[in-house]
């Protein structure tokens, strides 16, 4: 039926820590926010949208991650 649900979470490594990345604010321009929504000041070169999405927008972003790496699928 198409429902979510979580498998599991996984710590960040430190090299992962260490990654320019940030999430785009979509209600306040421009705004930048790390992953505890703090807000950045700078534009990091590794950005998401920090915003709600519906199931409908999961379903995009899996199918174009799977879209470009189709071996997730031989689990």
């Known amino acids: 039926m198409g429902y979510f649900y979580t498998l599991g979470n996984m710590e960040l490594t430190s090299e992962e820590k260490k990654l320019n990345y940030g999430f785009k604010d979509l209600k306040v321009k421009p705004c930048f926010l790390n992953s505890m929504g703090e807000k950045l000041n700078h534009e990091p070169s590794i950005v998401g949208i920090y915003a709600i999405g519906s199931?409908?927008?999961i379903a995009?972003?899996?199918?174009?991650?799977?879209?470009?790496?189709?071996?997730?699928?031989d689990v």
């Open 60 to 73: 995009y972003e899996v199918t174009k991650a799977l879209e470009k790496h189709p071996e997730l699928l």
């Open 55 to 57: 199931y409908g927008s």
